[in-house]
């Protein structure tokens, strides 16, 4: 399992990002995957996560309604499109993965693969 984030960088309160994870070395199609996040100081938490079989998808509440996550099957890629940034969204992102099974949800405690992480900055 290869999991490579691409996309973070420096951006003023307000601004938007959009994340990649690109997947290589599974089955992608039965994986669910999930957004983590780590800011200095603070141990690591699940942002968001997308499931297989329809896409449902999970977020934390303090970026509900301003974080969408996709992923595209065919490129092997999930987003996560970060709107409204805020200073306290500030941290390495990390995507991670983890095997479904049939109808099941994506589950941040289940995540097992973890890619390296892309650094997101909010500031002015």
């Known amino acids: 399992v290869r999991l490579v984030e691409s996309g973070g960088g420096l951006v003023q309160p307000g601004g938007s990002l959009r994340l990649s994870c690109a997947a290589s070395?599974?089955?992608?199609?039965?994986?669910?995957i999930g957004w983590f996040r780590q800011a200095v100081g603070k141990g690591r938490e699940g942002v968001s996560c997308?499931?297989?079989?329809?896409?449902?998808?999970k977020y934390i509440n303090s970026v509900k309604g301003r974080f969408t996550i996709s992923r595209d099957n065919a490129k092997r890629t999930v987003y996560l499109q970060m709107n409204r940034l805020r200073p306290e969204d500030t941290g390495v992102y990390y995507c991670?993965?983890?095997?479904?099974?049939?109808?099941?949800?994506?589950?941040?405690?289940?995540?097992?693969?973890w890619g390296k992480g892309t650094p997101v900055t909010v500031s002015s």
């Open positions: 070395g599974f089955s992608f199609e039965n994986y669910a």
């Open positions: 997308i499931s297989t079989i329809g896409g449902a998808s």
């Open positions: 991670a993965a983890h095997e479904v099974w049939g109808n099941d949800a994506c589950n941040f405690a289940a995540m097992d693969s």
